[in-house]
């Protein structure tokens, strides 16, 4: 199975929790994290999210994972979170929903003398991403967060 099939099965598996927390589903990763593999399902909630939304969606997919079709994946721990306040900006429907807030932008190499910059999410495309009236291609974007000052 390939990890994007991993992640859009996972993905269809959260539906039903989901639904019953009232919570919805931001994103699913699956990355090597020293010996071993985390596979983390990551959930937004209006008004936050709770350790109970992630205990009751942890505890309904845990079982499902142990089918057969998931025998061949390496030795992997499950986690659910709160996509949390400085939530990583992948997805289309990420970028549709951070327009106009203030972003955190990095970059592979300094651009303009700057390896990072900060501000509204204006506008974006397949290749191009603009903050704070700037554009930039997507190729040299490290990382996009929300922003949030502590």
Same mark, same amino acid.
């Given at each position: ?25 931001? #994103? *699913? ?31 309904? !997919? ?26 990583? !900006? ?12 203030? *972003? ?20 974006? #495309?397949?290749?191009? *991403?603009? !903050? ?7 190729? #040299?974007?490290?990382? !996009? ?6």
């Amino acid at each position: 199975m390939t990890t994007k099939e991993l992640l859009e099965k996972v993905a269809k598996m959260c539906e039903a929790p989901l639904s019953e927390t009232g919570c919805s589903l931001w #994103d *699913v990763t699956f990355e090597k994290e020293g010996a071993r593999h985390v596979l983390t399902v990551y959930i937004d909630k209006e008004g936050g999210v709770y350790t109970d939304d992630c205990e009751k969606v942890s505890r309904y !997919i845990d079982p499902l994972l142990d089918a057969k079709e998931f025998d061949s994946l390496p030795e992997y721990m499950l986690t659910v979170s709160s996509a949390g306040l400085e939530r990583h !900006i992948t997805k289309k429907e990420h970028f549709v929903w951070a327009m106009g807030k203030d *972003v955190d932008a990095t970059f592979y190499k300094a651009i303009n003398g700057n390896k990072s910059v900060c501000g509204a999410l204006e506008a974006f #495309d397949d290749e191009t *991403v603009t !903050i704070a009236g700037t554009q930039y291609n997507k190729k #040299d974007v490290a990382g !996009i967060r929300l922003h949030f000052e502590f």
